[in-house]
Structure formats: C-alpha cells, structure tokens
Nanobody, 124 residues
Framework: QVQLVESGGGLVQAGGSLRLSCAAS????????MGWFRQAPGKEREFVAA????????YYADSVKGRFTVSRNNAKNTVFLQMNSLKPEDTAVYYC?????????????????WGQGTQVTVSS
C-alpha cells in the first residue's frame, strides 16, 4: 500500500513563499515520476508540476513557471514544491501523486496514488 503525506501548507501573504513536502512509503520511490496538483473551491483539480524518477526532468504549468520549483530526494523518499512569489490565485488544496511511469506527465489518469492534500491560502 502506497502512502503519501503532504505537509508545509498554510496562510501566507501575496509575494510570500511556502515549501511543500510529500513523504512517500510503500513503493520503490526512485522508480516513479511524481506530480503536484491543486484544486481550488468550485474548480477542477489542475496540474501544477511534475518531476521524473531521477529528478532530471521537470515540467510546470504555465501559471506557476518561474515561481515554483519541484525537486525530490530519493534517499529520503520525499518530493518538494518550493513556491515563491505567491499570488491569491494560488490558493488551493495541493496534492502530491505518484505516477505510473518514470517520466513526467500532466494527466491525472497517469497517477495512481494521491496524498490527502494540504491547504495553501494566499491573502492579498
């Protein structure tokens, strides 16, 4: 059974930063790509960032490119999302997920395990 536990969410003012963490267990972490998604109230879940199994390839949604950075530590089975220059429109519940492949993918159907989510609120 794969378990993903996100942490690091909270309330921050616009322009501030947060670092989300996602600790994984139950699968050979280094063999799979990882992704971050978010869901705002009344909206569908959307892709934010993805990282390949080795960490050598990353991909971002246009809305966060240049502000967010995804990284991973395979020795500690953890993936991170560094969020800088936060905007009120970044407010959402953020989820990490394990992909079914080594590479990067933006499709939610390519991810088969999800964390419980962590709330990020950006005030204006």
């Amino acid at each position: 059974q794969v378990q993903l536990v996100e942490s690091g969410g909270g309330l921050v003012q616009a322009g501030g930063s947060l670092r989300l963490s996602c600790a994984a267990s139950g699968r050979t972490f280094s063999s799979y790509g990882m992704g971050w998604f978010r869901q705002a109230p009344g909206k569908e879940r959307e892709f934010v960032a993805a990282i390949s199994s080795s960490g050598g390839i990353t991909y971002y949604a246009d809305s966060v490119k240049g502000r967010f950075t995804v990284s991973r530590n395979n020795a500690k089975n953890t993936v991170f999302l560094q969020m800088n220059s936060l905007k009120p429109e970044d407010t959402a519940v953020y989820y990490c997920a394990v992909a079914q492949k080594r590479g990067v993918t933006i499709a939610t159907n390519d991810y088969d395990y999800w964390g419980q989510g962590t709330q990020v609120t950006v005030s204006s």
